[in-house]
């Protein structure tokens, strides 16, 4: 696989030094059998100028501050994530409380003290996660390489597959509490806080991978 990378690259190279555009060289490679992700990997890292050999695009690298940077964001994104859900459960809990439940002072204690620190929770990682979002978003701008990170990449599309799964699983417990005619305000308002979260956390990160793509 390795040298198959190697040989596109040499090929790509040599075509570009040979005065091939990079459409004619695409359409080439495609009438041998490549795919157009492997085509198109190989003639972005060069940059469109006028000049008498390829240039070189610059190319994303992995450091530790990077990385570090990243994994604070993303699990303080979760974090938050978790607790605001937690946070909003509780006040439904609180307005609309159960007439199952027995032992209401226990109940109500119990649901007090997740409420309490549901909060701190927030007070602590909110700020945490706005900081290192406006620092990361900030050298981003400056750099705009830095958008190819590997970490962010994976991170973001790790974050899409936990968004998906919560999303389908809070339909699915929908549709089947619907089936079974066990609807409920509480059960409905919880469904909807899941689903709003969950498909804001994955609306805002799949609208940064396109607009990502549109600006490669």
């Not at 940059?47 to 501050?65: C, G, I, N, T, Y």
């Not at 620190?117 to 050298?139: E, G, Q």
């Not at 705009?144 to 999303?167: D, G, H, M």
């Amino acid at each position: 696989m390795a040298s198959a990378s190697l040989e596109l690259d040499g090929f790509v190279r040599e075509a570009l030094l040979r005065g091939q555009s990079k459409q004619a060289t695409a359409q080439a490679l495609a009438a041998a059998g490549w795919s157009p992700e492997q085509t198109r990997g190989a003639l972005d890292a060069y940059a469109d100028v006028d000049f008498a050999v390829p240039v070189p695009k610059p190319r994303a690298s992995l450091s530790a501050r990077e990385a570090f940077a990243y994994l604070v964001m993303f699990s303080t994104l979760y974090f938050v994530a978790y607790h605001l859900g937690s946070l909003l459960f509780d006040l439904i809990n609180l307005s609309w409380p159960d007439p199952a439940e027995s032992g209401f002072q226990l109940w109500y204690r119990n649901v007090a003290d997740s409420l309490r620190w549901s909060v701190s929770a927030l007070v602590i990682a909110f700020p945490v996660f706005a900081f290192v979002s406006h620092r990361v978003a900030r050298d981003v701008a400056r750099y705009p390489i830095k958008r190819l990170s590997p970490v962010r990449r994976w991170l973001t599309y790790l974050t899409l597959f936990i968004a998906a799964a919560v999303l389908i699983g809070d339909m699915t417990s929908l549709v089947y509490n619907l089936l079974g005619g066990e609807l409920s305000v509480r059960f409905v308002l919880k469904v909807l806080v899941v689903a709003v979260i969950a498909g804001t956390v994955f609306g805002y990160y799949l609208w940064d991978l396109r607009r990502e793509e549109n600006q490669a």
